[in-house]
């Protein structure tokens, strides 16, 4: 069986084909941040002008490229949320009449639920049940999954996520947006001595972070410094190491309280070196989604939506967007 | 010649199957609830009718202007549709549905459309009955204040439609010196008039593929550039 997954949630518009027998057929992404650059952050309207001229041609170039006829479907998948609400209609809208033009089912995929079972996608995939850290630009998570549909969220950030942790912070070293990557990039000529950046929230019982007030704390560090690239490289390294240590002393912690041995890093800030490189040096094995699976794609949508598909989560004609959806009320 | 059309461009969700003259269609005046109804109304006018997608010639859309998440749904949904099925895609403005709206409900021969684009402006444009019966634009489709709207000084006695009309008729009407015969301030763009003009511009050969099937906002400044530039 065959499912296209179809991502259009914020400024990425991903198209994949899953098999249940073969696997990953391919995927094609178009990314937008050359187009939001220029705002210093995502601007929703433009992003679902974007998804509503690129996600047609993007299905019908990736359906060619990997030789499968549009009859060769056996079921669409959608991003419904959450996200962006203009941008998730475009991608819902597309799907469920695609859907309903080939005489198909149509299924609906929450985002995050695609973040977490990206890494099944990989040769190396954990087994059920394991601890996932959710980490990206809209949500920082701990969550223990059971099964495919039976999520427990443990901990998740209580202001800022830390991927827009990371691009603020970014934004006010004059990095250019989306500043996480840069940020990373700046930190590795920063010394790791200078300066000592807090841990927030480490010394208090309980899975919950908190990214907001580190942000604070480097824009006083800069405002004290002489903002010479040399001080800002070093707080980008302090800043870095701050972020990263936190998340590792809650996966830690979140392994300990849960018994659970294995781990799964996923979401654009899973693609940090050195959060890989800290996170390895933990008792578990840990598993990571390709970089190009990290951040949003249509992959995941279409390895969720098989396993919807294969759970019998099929949809009616009306269709539904969530912005905001929880997680845990999905059911297997 | 069988076609559908759907839109949901405003505050009305529409789905029409034209079929030889004859129309099976759906309305509903139902904002925020579009992308609920749209696909059920294309089941039910199809069902109706006996027929399956893949056994028309055509489709048609409103394409704007009108709100952007609405025009979006209907653009995404006949891109879907139209792309599974294999079939042309016909795009018909709304503020077109709309004139013709009004030739064939109340025989006007010249009228001046404005659909309230919020933000102190009017989507706007004229439009004049020709001896096919379809309206036919006058000038441009333009968004602006309505004390600006663009006239066409040599057409004269306007059949006045569209919801710019019910927020905005005492300006309209004096911007038109008086010359608003008749004012019909709520009608919106409809399933039935799309189908209708789509016809005809398909027989004169207009039609895109599916990819190609995209959105007119008229409004295209919807953003300020960090610094405040545009």
């Known amino acids: 069986m065959k499912v296209l997954g179809i991502e259009t949630s914020c400024d990425e518009t991903g198209v994949a084909v899953y098999d249940d027998q ?17 705002y210093g952050g995502v601007v929703p309207e433009l992003a679902s002008r974007d998804h509503v001229r690129k996600a047609a041609p993007l299905i019908d170039s990736l359906l060619q490229r990997i030789e499968v006829a549009p009859e060769g479907l056996d079921a669409i ?7 962006l609400v203009g941008a998730l209609m475009v991608g819902a809208m597309l799907g469920r009449s695609l859907a309903y033009g080939l005489g198909i089912p149509a299924v609906e995929v929450h985002h995050m639920e695609g973040h ?6 990989e040769d190396q995939r954990p087994t059920f049940p394991f601890l996932a850290l959710l980490v990206s630009g809209g949500h920082t998570m701990l969550v223990r999954v059971e099964a495919v549909g039976d999520y427990q969220v443990l901990g998740e950030s209580l202001d800022d996520a830390v991927g827009e942790a990371f691009d603020k912070t970014a934004k006010m070293l004059g990095l250019p947006y989306p500043g996480g990557p840069e940020l990373a990039k700046l930190a590795l000529t920063g010394d790791p001595s200078r300066y000592s950046f807090p841990r927030p929230m480490v010394d208090r019982p309980g899975l919950d972070f908190s990214f907001s007030g580190l942000k604070t704390f480097a824009l006083n560090t800069l405002a004290k410094s002489a903002a010479t690239s040399q001080d800002k490289a070093d707080i980008a390294r ?5 972020v990263v240590d936190t998340l590792f002393i809650k996966a830690r912690r979140a392994l300990q309280e849960t018994g659970l041995g294995s781990l799964v890093v996923a979401g654009g800030v899973g693609a940090n070196q050195r959060l890989r490189d800290k996170l390895d040096t933990l008792d578990a094995a840990v598993f990571y989604p390709r970089p190009a699976f990290c951040t949003d794609n249509g992959a995941m949508i279409a390895y969720a939506g098989m396993q919807r598909l294969l759970a019998g989560n099929a949809m009616g004609l009306a269709v539904a967007v969530h912005p905001r959806w929880s997680l845990e009320g999905l059911g297997r | 010649m069988k076609l559908l059309a759907i839109d949901s461009a405003t505050e009305a969700c529409s789905a029409a199957l034209w079929l030889d003259g004859e129309i099976i269609s759906r309305f509903e005046l139902a904002p925020r609830r579009h992308t609920e109804l749209l696909l059920p109304m294309v089941d039910a006018v199809l069902a109706e009718a006996g027929l399956q997608l893949p056994q028309l010639d055509a489709l048609a859309f409103g394409r704007g202007p009108g709100s952007f998440t609405g025009v979006r749904i209907a653009t995404a949904s006949v891109q879907g549709l139209a792309w599974a099925a294999g079939l ?11 004139a013709q709206g009004m030739i064939d409900a109340q025989g006007a021969e010249t009228v001046a459309c404005a659909i309230d684009a919020r933000m102190g402006e009017v989507y706007w444009a004229q439009y004049c009955r020709n001896a096919r019966g379809v309206a036919e634009l006058v000038g441009d489709e ?6 600006e709207v663009p006239l066409t000084p040599e057409l004269k006695a306007w059949h006045a439609a569209g919801t710019g009309w019910g927020v905005y008729a005492d300006v309209l009407r004096e911007r038109l010196d008086s010359q608003a015969v008749d004012i019909d301030g709520e009608r919106l763009p409809d399933s039935r008039e ?10 004169r050969g207009v039609a895109v593929t599916p990819e190609q099937a995209l959105p007119v906002y008229l409004r295209n400044k919807v953003t300020h550039q960090r610094g405040g530039k545009l």
Do not use: N, R, W
């Open chain 1, 22 to 38: 073969l696997g990953l057929l391919g995927h094609e992404l178009y990314s937008q941040v050359a187009l939001h650059a220029v």
């Open chain 1, 77 to 83: 998948a959608y991003t419904a949320g959450p996200g």
């Open chain 1, 116 to 121: 977490l079972l990206a890494p099944m996608l």
């Open chain 1, 238 to 242: 302090a800043f870095e190491e701050a």
């Open chain 2, 88 to 98: 042309p895609v016909v795009p018909v403005s709304t503020l077109a549905a709309i």
């Open chain 2, 142 to 147: 333009v968004v602006v204040p309505p004390v």
């Open chain 2, 194 to 203: 799309i189908a209708k003009l789509a016809v005809d511009a398909f027989s």
